[in-house]
């Protein structure tokens, strides 16, 4: 069984500042893609930033420059630092992992897993 809990969203003033984090247990043999997705009300869930193993990192046209996505391997662990915070940023946040498990000794399967969400509410 695999996890993803997700921490550090709340209610922040435009202009300011969030940092998420999204920690990853259980059984994980290894962790390709992590990322962050959010979803505002009424809307699709939509990409965040995407960062790889290797830390080749990706962003949506809409936060580039004001959001930074990193990752630490070895605590299983991506993070979103969110600045310049805007009202249309107002969204549940989800983390996304790509994760393989090993299910025999030499054989591992990967899988989806996504948190829980977390609120991110932009507003003065």
Known sequence: ???????????????GSLRLSCAASGSIFSINAMGWYRQAPGKQRELVATITSGGSTNYADSVKGRFTISRDNAKNTVYLQMNSLKAEDTAV????????????????????????????????
């Open 1 to 15: 069984q695999v996890q993803l809990v997700e921490s550090g969203g709340g209610l922040v003033q435009p202009g």
């Open 93 to 124: 946040y989800y983390c996304h992992a790509v994760i393989l498990t090993l299910i025999a000794a030499t054989t591992t399967h990967e899988s989806n897993y996504w948190g829980q969400g977390t609120q991110v509410t932009v507003s003065s």
